[in-house]
């Protein structure tokens, strides 16, 4: 995979937290205790900063646009991985990161929710239009399963995206009630493409994920 020639993106999420219900919730074995009550209510935020006044490097302007595709995730335990930096992406991410099919990835998602028991919920956000804008979806967390993961493909580009892998929104017997994290661009290592609207090119043998840096 050739090093992409990327300006380093950022974007912000917010969660806000509403907590519901009362009794204190069992951890799943191997997991870390959260004794916090065991559900809570989320508001997640995506804010693209992309703007060709802050990162001019070889920005979009047509064919497509900058802009932001969909935002996918899940609340999990830690027996589930979404996306995890320095391992290989699965079938579903690298379709979702390369083309922003999302269905192959819901399924995974789904299916390890059903088999595993490790994914509580899947939720999803509308595509931002523009480098620049906000997304927003609702979320719960139980006591069972308290890590967000989540991805949002960078449009256009071979395979890269933003995203948190496995947030704890649990602090031991309490739920955190404002998070704000800085999101960096990550390469699936799919696709060896190394400008924004580079042609297919697909990694023989594929690569690891890997944050993107200039």
């Not at 509403?18 to 804010?47: E, H, M």
């Not at 930096?85 to 269905?103: I, M, T, V």
């Not at 308290?146 to 929104?169: A, E, H, Y």
Request: charged share 20%; glycine share 8%.
């Amino acid at each position: 995979m050739e090093t992409p020639t990327l300006a380093t993106s950022s974007a912000l999420w917010a969660l806000l937290l509403a907590t519901l219900g009362s009794a204190a919730g069992q951890p799943l074995g191997g997991d870390t205790v959260c004794t916090a009550r065991p559900l809570a209510k989320y508001s997640i935020t995506f804010t693209g900063k992309w703007s060709q006044t802050a990162f001019p490097k070889q920005y979009p302007l047509f064919r497509p646009p900058a802009q932001w595709s969909s935002l996918l995730g899940a609340v999990h335990s830690s027996d589930y991985s979404l996306w995890r930096q320095d391992q290989y992406a699965s079938n579903g991410l690298r379709d979702f990161a390369e083309r922003g099919e999302a269905w192959a990835l819901m399924k995974e998602m789904q299916a390890a929710g059903e088999r595993l028991q490790s994914v509580h919920t899947v939720f999803s956000a509308p595509a931002v239009p523009s480098g620049t804008g906000q997304t927003s979806a609702e979320l719960e967390a139980h006591a069972r399963h308290s890590l967000v993961s989540f991805v949002v493909r960078i449009v256009p580009s071979p395979d890269w995206f933003v995203g948190i892998d496995s947030l704890d929104l649990c602090d031991g017997d309490r739920w955190r009630e404002e998070v704000t994290v800085d999101l960096y661009p990550h390469d699936a290592g799919t696709d060896s493409g190394f400008t924004f609207s580079s042609p297919n090119f697909a990694t023989i043998p594929q690569d690891t994920v890997t944050e993107v840096r200039v």
